[in-house]
């Protein structure tokens, strides 16, 4: 089944999603909910899909970085196929210092897309979809989805973190800024280097 995508402006975007109980991770419900979130993302197309996104506060999301998403990416987003891949209650534990910034989009502000700074490596505790406790360090495009889909479970959306000088909608991201290297985006939007 293929679940609505709430758009920005839903209330249900801004909440803190609550975290699940072992009890309930099992439950036949959460299971049905993670398939359909799975399908959900799959047909956008994309590479993340949080619970809140769905009209649901809880701290549930799905991730997948599929191979044939991987055409016409340049490699200097140092971005492979992931694969599909449930996080419960996540948290992130380290982080590098070291930032990377590149033009980033959400299902929630569909049609849009702005320049994001985020770590460029991280490392998330969270359970699986078995309840299992697990620990994944993720670098490159995989740590941006990372930060893109707690931040959800946590009220917050890219725009809270985008360089605002940088948002366009996708037509105008192909036809004038795609292409562009950090550097020459930053001095064509008159940004601080
Ligand atoms: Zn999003």
């Not at 910034?101 to 320049?115: I, N, Y």
């Not at 959800?152 to 996708?170: A, C, P, Q, W």
Request: aromatic share 6%; charged share 25%.
């Amino acid at each position: 089944m293929r679940l609505k995508i709430v758009q920005a402006g839903d209330p249900v975007l801004r909440q803190e999603a609550r975290p699940l109980g072992a009890d309930e991770i099992v439950l036949p419900e959460t299971q049905q909910l993670i398939e359909w979130m799975r399908d959900t993302m799959r047909d956008a197309p994309g590479v993340g899909l949080a619970a809140p996104q769905v009209g649901l506060p809880i701290q549930l999301a799905v991730i997948e970085d599929r191979t044939e998403y991987q055409r016409g990416v340049s490699p200097d987003r140092e971005r492979q196929p992931a694969p599909f891949q449930v996080l419960i209650n996540p948290r992130i534990v380290a982080r590098s210092d070291e930032q990377v910034e590149f033009f980033e989009g959400c299902l929630s502000l569909a049609g849009f897309s702005a320049l994001v700074k985020r770590s460029h490596s991280v490392t998330v505790e969270y359970l699986d979809e078995q309840g299992v406790t697990r620990s994944i360090q993720g670098q490159g495009w995989y740590a941006r989805i990372l930060q893109h889909e707690i931040d959800h479970l946590r009220g917050k959306l890219y725009v809270d973190r985008m360089e605002t000088r940088s948002f366009t909608n996708i037509e105008n991201l192909t036809r004038h800024w795609k292409d562009l290297s950090i550097p020459d985006l930053r001095r064509a939007l008159r940004l601080e280097s």
